[in-house]
DNA sequence: CTGAAAGCGCTTACAG
DNA sequence: CTGAAAGCGCTTACAG
């Protein structure tokens, strides 16, 4: 880039007069400075455009100041998933203060030992890992390597990794717990896929929900977070007991399609089945009738994950080792 | 990361019993080293898990390996917009063999000029920007800083930068067409945004459209991409001229709304008016009736931007300016 | 084909 | 409060 235009650090200690050891400590706002010093030294900056060389920044402080968000999915989910999107939004927000930059990291480019060479070759600070599928043996080796990182979703392999979850478990419990209050006799539900997290989380929580009010919790029929996964998976629960009347699905995707099979069998919602989404997504207000569902902030989600990497950055104590993040039942016409 | 534990060239040297220029030459595979040094150098370095210092590297070449996306818009329409994360997947895509990484970037954190300083401060070898937006400061800035930068989308402002975009006049034209040749007599459209290129682009070309056949080209009204924009404009439309036969939307969103508006007025698709879209995104084939639309393809747009930089950054001659991807329409059912 | 040496542009003890 | 000096880990002429 622009050769031997650049200004260095040396000419500015030359244009103002000082040492090159003034200049670095006025750029990095160390103390010890004289006013007079200071000021001689910020009229050269701007004179001469000054910007600092990040690489031999990096080199000598042993830090890259930025970060990666590794999207740990192949393929094109990723980016028609409005998750990621919203993932993405948080994370950003989140680093806006900290003068750090962004590292887009998607193992559909590398495989997954290029992935992990790169991250630990010391190239970030840290990393913050969406983990979309099931039991991926990055974050283990991220933990291996010493490298610090964050988790957005609990992961299922048991490794020593801090995270930030939405809690799909109460927010679960608490559409369980709202189909039993309305009377429902037979609650079914649309689980999400056995091998996420997300998937087997929400359906503990509905399970625990069925227990505690002595139901049996085996009407349950599996989809993946599409519209025509929840009306296959709602075709299925129907064919096999026909007399449910209220269902609990795993995502509002997936409600759209229960929705669907239940408009075409001529059931009425919510009078003769109840149905009840999860994530408070744009689709449960387009839906009708308007979808109740179980709101979870994504995007603070990012935001938060965000944070406790940055924390842990500036080593800061007694840090948590994960979060879980409140989720809430939102009431309206479905249910 | 990890202090003292990272082996360095120096000592991948020592173990393989050559000077550290041989080590390096391994590396980068440069010509003029024995079989055996290599063999050696190999060696050592898988013995020690040896992995190059990034910052090191970079300081001496004065190169970063790592291209910035630039998406030059405030606030969240980034982030839902469908449209950015096609381009992302092509950017992706289009990067997947360079062993370069990706810096993503928004002004929505650093104001304009922090992220002018950031992109020219020697942090990325190269730009690709996402002008969503007006006349942008922005690539005028790179450019006069000589920054490799190449912009998604014709921009506004009269600069010397090479962009990528969709052939909008041609598809919009061939929408005119197709409108004419089905016999239709009073031809509107419904515009994007005045103050982005492709909102005057596309007007542009039905605008041709329709003085080649010798119509009126009056029959105008605007709208932002949205389905409430795109609903308003037809109605205002309907209002000033109730005989229209036929709309040409510059979007399928803005599209959706329009056909939601002549649903409303009792008006039939394609019979009473008919309609064409432009994207042909997912919408199309969702809506009733299916939507004829221009069909653009937006991932290849990213692919092609990525290509033409890299291309730049290596050096290549007699690169094009600029490229203009086609067009094409889809005829499907609503006109 | 190989190695000794200079140097990239910073930060950081260290000594004053 | 300030500066001289060492050193971060590489690459790159240069000389052999």
């Known amino acids: 880039m622009r050769p031997s235009e650049a200004p260095t650090l040396e000419e500015v200690a030359r244009v103002a007069g000082v040492s090159r050891s003034t200049v670095s400590r006025v750029i990095n706002n160390l103390p010890g400075v004289s006013k007079r010093a200071k000021v001689a030294v910020d009229q ?49 927000a989140g680093m806006a203060d900290s003068r750090r930059q962004l590292v887009l990291l998607m193992d559909q480019t590398r495989d997954d030992s290029t992935l992990a060479d790169y991250l630990c070759g010391g190239h970030v600070d840290g990393a913050i890992v969406v983990s979309l599928h099931g039991r991926d043996p990055l974050p283990a080796r991220l933990v291996s390597a010493g490298l610090p990182a964050v988790l957005v979703g609990r992961p299922l392999a048991d490794v020593e990794v801090p995270y930030v979850d939405s809690d799909n478990l109460a927010g679960s419990l608490a559409a369980a717990r709202h189909l039993v209050g309305l009377g429902r006799r037979r609650i079914a539900s649309i689980a999400g896929p056995a091998d996420m997290a997300v998937g087997i989380d929400r359906l503990a929580g509905w399970q625990r929900g069925m227990a505690e009010a002595g139901r049996p919790d085996d009407l349950v029929a599996y989809s993946d977070f599409s519209v025509d996964g929840g009306a296959a998976a709602m075709a299925e629960l129907l064919e ?22 239940l408009s075409e069998r001529g059931k009425r919602v919510p009078e ?17 009738p308007k979808l109740t569902t179980v709101r979870q902030d994504i995007e603070e989600l990012g935001r938060t994950t965000t944070a406790r990497l940055l924390a842990q950055l500036s080593a800061e104590a007694d840090l948590p080792r994960s979060l879980l993040l409140p989720t809430r039942l939102v009431v309206r016409e479905s249910a």
Chains 1, 2 share one sequence.
Do not use: C, M, W
């Open 44 to 92: 050269a900056i701007t004179e001469l455009r000054y910007v600092p060389n990040q690489a031999a920044r990096n080199l000598v402080t042993r830090r890259t100041n930025s970060i990666a968000l590794v999207v740990s999915e192949h393929g094109d989910r990723v980016f028609s998933d409005p998750f990621f999107a919203k993932i993405l939004r948080g994370v950003y």
């Open 240 to 261: 096999e007991h026909p007399d449910i009347d209220a269902v609990f699905a795993a995502a509002d995707i997936i409600a759209v399609g229960a929705l669907r099979t």
């Open 272 to 288: 003769d089945v109840a149905v009840v989404g999860f994530d408070d997504s744009v689709l449960a207000t387009t839906t009708t």
